[in-house]
């Protein structure tokens, strides 16, 4: 399920490659004094019964990379990248997606600074 400034996914079916999850993942712009706009992003949920909770930002030109660090942060907590929570429903994903574009004032062609992707972890 999305809506701005939040998409959840969970499955209730336990497989043989892909444990019960429930996640929400939720974010918003923040302003930094020093790097601008961020996308602060927060998950929060269980991976076969285990609770996890993790944060983490983004610099507005790195933003469009979010789903790699949610799957990777996912995948850290037991989830399987086979079973991307983000690529479950890629309709949803692509709102999102253009969501988070629109609330950064981000375009496609716009210039990426190379030390950002160092300094968010890509």
Known sequence: MFEPGHLHRANQFVSADQPIFNIDLYYEVRQDPVEGA???MRMVGEVA???FEEAFELHRDTAFNFASVATR???KHGLPTSHSMIMRGH???DLMF???RSI???HSGD???FDHL?????
């Open 73 to 75: 942060l996912a995948q």
């Open 111 to 113: 210039p990426v600074d």
């Open 104 to 106: 950064l004032g981000a």
């Open 91 to 93: 309709d949803e994903y």
């Open 38 to 40: 961020m996308l602060h």
């Open 49 to 51: 019964g285990k609770a």
């Open 118 to 122: 160092e300094k968010d972890g890509l």
């Open 98 to 100: 253009e969501h988070i």
